[in-house]
């Protein structure tokens, strides 16, 4: 859930162009590396450093742009004309950040969204919504008061203006999507007959007696991908006990060889299916999957018990794995 509103706010911001140069500079104590990358929508800049000291001069469009240090990663608005300094200690990466210098009004209030951002993650962890959305409400207005600031550039007072009022209907659908996925455990899950990558087809409600763990994804979605290292392993780990992993690829059917050659290449184990009509199959309907990678724990009576299921990445998978596979 790291920056989850960050993404939100920024998401509907674009780049528009203007041709002007910027200097930025930064003094990073305790660098993660050599280099650091600024990122933009079709802009990618490379600064080379020595003993933590970066600085170069570049044409970039003014907006929103990704700063990263090789390990983590921090947001940066850039203005034509603007000459900014980044002090920062990587060691306590959000927490130390400070931005100096002409232009540089904007991506300070970025660095204190991303950090106020970080203590409201817990409470949706938690998924406390009334705890999170009153905490939300008072970034809003912390933010809003920043926004007030005679030097903030006014495109980016009006865009982060309606981010936050987009984000917070965002952040309620999100609950409600929540709360809906939370009705659907301990009810029977839904079955599915999909072809299966070895040939012929498969059917969900085929594999009762067992424990089910299923991975909803596709080939071309990167946090997919990232799980599919730590599933092998969490497979690996309970290979040859009462439980069952799926993947229910929603990738289109124009994508069929895709996925089959996705699989090979990639030697995927568990049971490998294939959704009829991606998004619109039956299956993404009867679970309210809106978004990927979705996780999937069903039980040996075919019920569900976690509709929204720990990540392979998340040591907490395995605990609960742990309690109920023998």
Known sequence: MKKLLLG?????????????????????????????VIKGRNFNKVIKGKDGKFSDTFEAPQGFYQLGDGTEVTQLYLTPGSDITLKMDAKMFDETIKYSGKGSAESNVLAYMAIEQEKLDPLMEKNDQQGFLTGYDKLTKDVTAKLGEKDINDQFRTQMTMSLQQSKG???????????????????????????????????SALKGKYVYIDTWATWC?????????????????????????????????????????????????????????????????????SIPRFILIGPDGKIIDSDAPRPSDPNLVAKLDTLVK
């Not at 609950?175 to 299966?196: I, Q, R």
């Open 8 to 36: 939100l706010f920024l998401a509907s911001a674009g780049l528009y162009a203007q041709d002007n140069k910027v200097k930025f500079t930064a003094e990073i104590q305790n660098r993660n590396s050599d280099s650091i």
């Open 170 to 204: 965002q952040l309620e659908q999100m609950f409600a999507a929540k709360a809906a996925m939370a009705k659907l455990n301990g009810t029977v899950s839904p079955d599915f007959e999909y072809e299966n990558h070895k040939g012929g087809k498969t059917k969900l």
């Open 222 to 290: 990167g946090p997919c991908r990232q799980e599919i290292p730590h599933l092998a392993k969490v497979e690996e780990k309970y290979h040859g006990k009462n439980i069952e992993f799926v993947s229910v690829s929603i990738d289109a059917q124009k994508d069929h060889d895709k996925w089959k050659k996705f699989v090979d290449d990639k030697k995927l184990g568990g049971v490998q299916v294939m959704a009829d009509k991606d998004w619109n199959s039956d299956w993404a309907k009867a679970y309210g999957i809106q």
